[in-house]
């Protein structure tokens, strides 16, 4: 079973800034794209970041400047660096990825359950 967990959530002021991971587990071949969405309460989910396999990063044009993505190939894990955080940054994360088994080589979209990001003083 494919697990994806994320983790480094939590209470942050503004301007500070967080560090969320997520770590793909399971029978897994490769993990040719993963990133990160968020809900912002009010608001659909929405793509923070994403990265593929080749470490090519796409980000919504609020995102650029302030939040990072990156990735670890050997550990199927996929980071995404926040700074410069504000009170409307607020929600919860989610992380997403792209696993080709390694029983069957489909490809399918999996989900984290998502972590909380708090921006306040």
């Known amino acids: 079973q494919v697990q994806l967990v994320e983790s480094g959530g939590g209470l942050v002021q503004p301007g500070g800034s967080l560090n969320l991971s997520c770590t793909v587990s399971?029978?897994?071949?490769?993990?040719?794209?993963m990133g990160w969405y968020r809900q912002v309460p009010g608001k659909e989910r929405e793509l923070v970041g994403s990265?593929?396999?080749?470490?090519?990063?796409k980000y919504v044009d609020s995102m650029k400047g302030r939040f990072a993505v990156s990735r670890d190939n050997v550990n199927n894990m996929v980071s995404l660096q926040m700074n410069s955080l504000a009170p409307e940054d607020t929600g919860v994360y989610y992380c997403?990825?792209?696993?080709?088994?390694?029983?069957?080589?489909?490809?399918?979209?999996?989900w984290g359950q998502g972590t909380q990001v708090t921006v306040s003083s």
């Open positions: 990265i593929d396999f080749s470490g090519v990063v």
């Open positions: 997403n990825a792209v696993v080709q088994s390694r029983s069957s080589g489909s490809w399918r979209i999996y």
């Open positions: 399971g029978s897994i071949f490769s993990v040719p794209d």
